[in-house]
Every structure is written in structure tokens, then in C-alpha cells.
């Protein structure tokens, strides 16, 4: 398993300009989530709750900035109601969503959201970009950012369980 697309998003950040990251800490993005920490020319911002990442960054975008906001899935459902500002004003929305509940989960509360991400979120009017391996995650961010900067949509990039690799608290 390639364990550096983590490298490749955040080469694409900074590509993209990116001055904003809002994450809620997550193990499946922990070394994306260093790396913006440690960059100076990103603002990062560790977030109580999911939601609040929505409306960080429509203020960036008011403001002039692009950011990117990193959950996982069983943060997804904690922004349906939000997702209403960026659909009614027309700013974009780049969500990367680490997925649990799929291959080789271990905690059933994980399973039931895991399996509804991606629908939720595209009923919700975001589109949806899927990496099933590592070597689609970075075409994957690239198309999507782009899609949602260029065009004033949401989108959000779903990275696999078997991309990141899956939890074990019984170790």
C-alpha cells in the first residue's frame, strides 16, 4: 500500500494556493494535518465539530482565501444543515472525507454513516470524487479542487478504508 499520497494532496494544496485547512483530528489524515501545521503559509485551524469548517470557509473565500476542510466519514452527517450556505451562495466547498465503516472496519457504530457518506453528501448537492486506491487519490484531489474553485460547488473527495487503512484499538 503507497503511503505517500498524504505528500501528494499536500503538494496539491500548495499548487492550488490553499491558505486554510479546518480539520476535525483524525487518524487517516494525521500526516496531512502535520504538514499543514507545520507550513507557515497555511492556516489551520483544529475544529470542535465538523460544521464549523463549513462556515471557516466561506469566510476564507469571502476573504479572498481557498481552504479545504478534512473529516472523516462519521463527520459527514454533522453538516447536512450547513451544507445549505455554500449551496445557496454559491461558494465553493473542497471537503477530503477519510472513510470508516468499509474494508476491515472493527467498530460497528463506524459502519452505518460509512455506508451512507456518499449518498448523503450528493443529496445534499455535493459532488463527489471517490479514491479507492492510492494512486487515485491525487488525480482525485486535483479534478475535485479544481471543479469546486472554478465553478462555486462543493465537492468532496472520499478516500478509501483501504487506502488509509483501518484501525485496531485491541493492539
Given at each position: ?9 499536500f503538494?496539491?494544496?500548495?499548487a ?8 476535525v483530528p483524525?487518524?487517516?489524515h ?15 485551524v ?12 466561506g469566510?476564507a473565500?469571502?476573504?479572498?482565501q481557498?481552504?479545504?476542510l478534512?473529516?472523516?466519514?462519521s ?11 455554500q449551496?445557496?451562495?454559491r ?12 474494508w ?6 463506524q459502519?452505518?454513516m460509512?455506508?451512507?457518506t456518499?449518498a448523503v ?6 459532488h ?5 486506491s492510492?494512486?487515485?487519490v491525487?488525480?482525485?484531489i ?12 462543493m ?5 478509501a478504508q483501504?487506502?488509509i487503512g ?6
Open positions: 500500500m503507497s503511503t505517500n499520497w498524504p505528500e501528494q494532496i503538494s496539491e494544496f500548495k492550488l494556493g490553499v491558505k486554510q485547512v479546518a480539520y483524525d487518524a487517516g494525521a500526516k496531512l494535518i502535520r504538514m499543514c501545521d507545520e507550513d507557515p503559509e497555511i492556516h489551520s483544529s475544529l470542535t465539530t465538523e460544521e464549523e469548517g463549513i462556515a471557516q470557509l469566510g473565500w469571502i476573504g479572498g481557498r481552504g479545504v478534512l473529516i472523516q466519514s463527520g459527514v452527517g454533522n453538516c447536512i444543515n450547513m451544507l445549505s450556505l449551496h445557496e451562495t461558494m465553493p466547498l473542497f471537503m477530503i472525507v477519510t472513510m470508516r465503516g468499509e476491515g472496519e472493527f467498530n460497528p457504530w459502519v452505518a460509512g455506508k451512507s456518499q453528501l450528493e443529496d445534499s448537492g455535493v463527489v470524487y471517490r479514491a479507492d492510492p494512486e487515485e491525487h488525480p482525485n486535483a479534478a475535485g479542487a479544481r471543479f469546486a474553485y472554478q465553478t462555486g460547488r465537492v468532496a473527495v472520499l478516500i483501504r487506502v483501518t484501525k485496531n484499538f485491541n493492539k
